[in-house]
């Protein structure tokens, strides 16, 4: 298996456009379309819902395209232009984007050029929204603080989701893993056309602004046609949050809630102490693939595989919380036994007694897993934006040099860092079956 | 001799790709599409066995009838060999694998940056390799049981699934794909052997890589890994197809299930008995213009039952087609389920009485070019669209010049005879 040699593929190269604005470009000619990604900064708290209002309600219609028909009107002539908003994190931090696809002007018929336009489109939906004396349309609000609030709700609708997002606002009290990005109800509740017009001159005035674009275009002429992306930005950007600081963890809890349904999920939540800037955060990422990032891990082979508890079962690492969530699908009946066998795969890693080969399968799964992320611009554009906002070396490259150094005795310390925070369990209730008529 | 039959090569400039199909003597399709400059390979072996298919004979001999979650469960017993999974010696070659069962067919696939050729032979040969045994089948319903019940609690699963109970009288299309803790549970290594001969011989499998790899050394690993093994001649297998009466078999399906958001869908049954190929990718396409300029966004309606705040970003539509069956279906979350479906059934028939205006067909043909260069970036899009349409004699790139074909009296006609109220039935999750 080579690894840790450079991918052959470039990074994003970055300008400061004005403070706290930048951007990010990637000639990418294997593709047939380009990628646009415009993205506002924000912190994360409990307010996080108004963000969200903004592009979708940008999406509602601009200057000269005044209505959601218009806007998708003006999307099908521009040959299936692909264009919505998004709503992601980074740790502690919000982000709000613009996403936008489309074809490249080689790949067209007759000659036809699309670029200019596309850009064009796309920045008159950002910069110049449909108003109505100087706000956004009120029946437009509420409309999408009604369509906001059900996404809210829906939350609950993934199961696997919503235990884990249980169990890290169960976790996390007083530390700001807790809030979702699509923010709480209450504070939806607050907005108005007003308060989400000052929203939107928020972001694109003072937030913290990133545009990534990767596509067939030269350099040199492409960044005249982005530049007008940044007309909003003014000099004064609004500072975030200093980074907060990674907790450890107190006695271990349990915390068991319950639903109509069929299966139980189990989730639990250890702290690691270590995460982005430490110098084991390499080293947890490959203890969490042992564990069970990956078909091979011990969870899948031992819990799934040899005691048939499970059909999901998995680890994750974040390194911005430092928290590393191992859950599972399992019948409620088999909780403890399942909790007991998930927390003996852990001390078998911490023990060290995991083989060469699960060690070196783990390392190259994850090497694997980063150089596949170099053909996706979309994945390249996000892991490009998180590094940055996070503090991480920003290229794929960087990345893998430092997995590849990771050791087994690294891995062994790492683990012996994870203490057990929470154990939660959301589970049927006892009287419930589906009623279908 | 490795090859039989003509080479063929499916070609499509404005999306830029190739495939070369060649067919083995063992009578596996055996494709290669290369993606210049992608890191990622992928390559995936297909066999036309699918939960739909649940009726058989061979050689005129007597019916067999299979139990709900035969073709998943082999799926999912297909990784296990003598001496370790088959994912395990994925993951020794840095490859990630998976396969999924759909209603016509199931596919084993991996991807890799290094080491493709091992992975396939890896691929091949595990595929060929069936290993059951009373002990590791019935360890698999457990896990089994589990997926069922994490799909049981899956609303926006079970609204579908619910749709189809309710658009198909007798057609195994309406019953899950993973089958039922029950159906499973008679489930014997002797069943799964005798569906593993049956369907899972070369001639009824397609073998497909998607990558940036030497187009000959492909064919040529492929031609030595399906001569290792000889199955001898393909089984007469006759796929026995359900009849199925053109009206839906119940108006409606309510569930109710705790959600956070009402999920709703309505849908139009199709029947399609005998066509395939070029017109059946034709009358697919017909179907999705029209359903793009009656629910599309930048139509009338999807604008109107937004402002109502009846749907949201999750409203979406489409045509599915499912052996000799198909249907259109189209919903999402709502706040109100019943004033949707009435306000849809409303101004469809409204529609049906204005028609399409040809501007939105135009408009739709261009939207589609761009909409497919978008898609055929992605190899594992390539993949399945490959598949999907070589299992319904079509080939996958025709769609460009049907595009340039299709009349706004072909669409305008689809809209008269499809989206008719006695074809429609609907289904709601709600709390």
């Known amino acids: ?437 | 001799m490795t090859w039989i039959g003509e080479e063929i090569i499916l070609e499509n400039a404005t999306l830029g790709e190739r495939v070369v199909e060649r067919t083995h003597a063992s009578g596996a399709t055996v494709a290669f599409c290369r993606k210049p400059g992608y890191l990622r390979r992928y390559a995936c072996f297909s066999t036309r066995f699918g939960s739909v298919d649940d009726r058989y004979r061979i050689n005129g001999g007597p019916e067999v009838l299979l139990p709900d979650g035969v073709a998943h469960f082999l799926e999912h017993k297909m990784f296990e060999g003598p001496e370790e999974d088959a994912f395990v010696q994925f993951s020794r070659m840095g490859a990630s694998a998976n396969a999924f069962t759909s209603f016509v067919g199931t596919t084993y696939l991996f991807s890799c940056v290094d080491g493709f050729f091992p992975c396939l032979d890896h691929l091949v040969r595990f595929v060929q390799q069936p290993h059951f045994t009373t002990e590791n089948v019935e360890k698999e319903k457990g896990i089994i049981g589990q997926e069922i019940r994490m799909y049981a609690d899956n609303p926006g699963w079970r609204v579908y699934f619910n749709l189809l109970a309710g658009l198909y009288k007798n057609h195994p299309v309406a019953k899950d794909i993973a089958g039922t803790e029950q159906t499973i549970a008679g489930i014997t290594p002797q069943m799964l052997d005798r569906c593993w001969s049956t369907f899972y011989h070369p001639s009824n499998m397609i073998l497909l890589a998607v990558a940036d790899e030497d187009q000959e050394t492909f064919f040529e690993a492929a031609g030595r890994l399906l001569s290792e093994q000889d199955l001898g001649p393909a089984p007469a297998v006759e796929k026995i197809l359900t009849e199925e009466p053109a009206a839906p078999a119940q108006q409606q399906v309510r569930q109710q299930m705790q959600v956070g958001r009402s999920k709703v869908l309505l849908g139009w049954k199709d029947l399609h008995p005998g066509i395939g190929g070029r017109d059946l990718m034709r009358k697919e396409l017909v179907t999705e213009v029209m359903l793009e300029c009656v629910f599309g966004q930048s139509g009338p309606l999807f604008e109107e039952l937004y402002r109502k705040d009846l749907i949201d970003d999750s409203f979406a539509t489409s045509y599915q087609i499912h052996s000799d069956v198909g249907h259109s279906a189209t919903g999402g979350d709502s706040a109100d389920p019943d004033r949707l479906i009435d306000v849809i059934r409303e101004e469809v028939g409204n529609i049906r009485k204005v028609g399409i205006d040809p501007v939105d067909i135009e408009r739709q043909r261009r939207s589609a070019i761009g909409y497919l260069l978008r898609a055929f970036n992605s190899l594992d899009h390539i993949a399945g669209s490959y598949c999907g349409t070589r299992f319904l004699d079509g080939d996958p790139f025709e769609v460009v010049d049907l595009l340039a074909e299709i009349t706004t009296k072909e669409v305008e006609e689809r809209l008269q005879e499809h989206l008719i109220p006695d074809q429609m039935s609907s289904s709601i999750v709600t709390s």
């Open chain 1, 1 to 437: 298996m080579t690894r840790a040699g450079t991918s052959g593929w470039s990074d994003f190269e970055s300008s400061e456009i004005a403070p706290g604005a930048s951007l990010h470009i990637r000639q990418e000619s294997r593709r047939k379309t380009s990628r646009l990604r415009v993205s506002w900064i924000h912190n994360m708290g409990p307010d996080a819902a108004q963000n969200c209002l903004v592009p979708s309600c940008l999406m509602r219609g601009s200057r000269s395209f005044p209505s959601l028909r218009e806007i998708s009107r003006r999307s099908e002539e521009l040959w299936g232009l692909g264009i919505g908003g998004s709503i992601d994190r980074a740790g502690q931090l919000q982000i709000v984007t613009i996403n936008a696809e489309f074809a490249e002007d080689s790949r067209l018929p007759g000659g036809e050029t699309l670029l200019s336009d596309a850009v064009e489109f796309i920045r008159e939906v950002i910069l110049q929204p449909h108003l109505v004396e100087g706000c956004f349309d009120e029946d437009t609000v509420s409309s999408e603080v009604s369509q906001h609030r059900r996404c809210i709700e829906g939350r609950f609708d993934d199961k696997r989701s919503w235990a884990m997002q249980r169990c890290i606002e169960e976790t996390c009290h007083g530390e700001p893993w807790r809030f979702h990005e699509y923010g709480t109800i209450e504070s939806l509740e607050q907005a108005t056309a007003e308060s989400v017009t000052a929203d939107w001159k928020k972001s694109i005035g003072s937030a913290p602004m990133h545009v990534h674009f990767s596509g067939e275009a030269r350099s040199d002429s492409l960044t005249e046609i982005l530049l007008p992306l940044f007309d909003g930005h003014d000099q004064k950007t609004a500072t975030l949050a200093d980074r907060f600081p990674r907790k450890g963890a107190g006695e271990v809890r349990e915390l068991e809630e319950h639903f109509h349904g069929q299966q139980a999920n189990l989730v639990i939540s250890f702290r690691t102490s270590t995460g982005h800037g430490d110098p084991l955060q390499e080293s947890m990422m490959i203890a969490s693939g042992v564990i069970g990032g990956f078909p091979h891990s011990r969870l899948f082979t031992q819990v799934r595989e040899k005691q048939s508890l499970c059909y999901s079962v998995n680890s994750l690492f974040d390194g911005s919380s430092g928290l590393l969530l191992v859950n599972a699908g399992i019948d409620g009946d088999t909780a403890t036994r399942t909790r007991e066998s998930i927390l003996e795969q852990i001390d078998v890693v911490k023990r060290g007694e995991f083989s060469a080969e699960e060690f070196q399968m783990t390392l190259d799964a994850w090497d694997s897993r980063l150089r596949m992320t170099q053909d996706s611009p979309a994945s390249l554009a996000e892991f490009d934006l998180v590094s940055r906002l996070v503090g991480r070396d920003p290229t794929i490259d960087g990345l893998r040099e430092r997995v590849s150094c990771v050791t087994r005795d690294g891995v062994i310390e790492a683990a012996n860092r994870l203490e057990t925070d929470l154990i939660y369990l959301l589970s049927p209730e006892d009287d419930q079956r589906e009623d279908v008529q």
